[in-house]
């Protein structure tokens, strides 16, 4: 089977995350919420290096149950700047906590999460290889930088829509590659 070239071929969790996950449209609030949050951890890393710290994250994070971490206090912070299995970015642990608060509001104002993304996407998938940012990734991230979140820079985004599925960026050579 060929994969994407990014793909370490070394590491099954990202060979598992590249054939069963990466691509593949999940517009489930929970997930998409996941994402949002494991993606904005990878500013300046690789997403490989947060992959292979995601279910340190989901323990750290109880299990990114949103209602519970719009109410981490000092405490909590603190517990997680200590926790050696997660990134320890306090800037973003700081985000997390606020863009948990920003991503519930918009699930209330919009139904959902996706219902939010739908305004920008018009319901219908991108397919495209190569980038890194496009007008979509530029025109979410402004307003969700306007709404207050952090770490949701145009290229942070992207990689959002491409790990939900909403931007197919599959390799040609790839064996999951397809066009429209």
């Not at 598992?16 to 990878?42: A, C, P, R, T, V």
């Not at 989901?58 to 405490?75: Q, S, T, V």
Request: proline letters at 0%.
């Amino acid at each position: 089977m060929k994969r994407c070239k990014w793909c370490n071929l070394k590491n099954e969790l990202y060979i598992k995350y590249h054939d069963e996950e990466w691509g593949i449209q999940n517009f489930d609030d929970k997930y998409l919420y996941e994402m949002l949050i494991l993606e904005s951890f990878q500013a300046g890393l690789s997403w490989e290096c947060v992959l292979n710290k995601r279910e340190s994250f989901r323990k750290a994070f109880d299990n990114f149950d949103i209602d519970k971490i719009c109410k981490y206090d000092e405490e909590k912070l603190e517990e997680l700047l200590q926790n050696k299995d997660i990134i320890r970015n306090k800037l973003k642990i700081k985000s997390t906590i606020n863009n948990s608060k920003i991503f519930k509001k918009i699930q209330n104002e919009y139904g959902s999460f996706y219902n939010y993304l739908k305004i920008f996407t018009n319901d219908t998938i991108l397919y495209e290889i190569g980038n890194t940012t496009n007008e979509l990734s530029d025109e979410l991230s402004k307003d969700l930088q306007k709404k207050g979140m952090k770490f949701v820079g145009s290229t942070i985004i992207y990689s959002y829509l491409q790990a939900i599925g909403i931007i197919y960026s599959h390799d040609k050579e790839c064996t999951f590659y397809k066009k429209n």
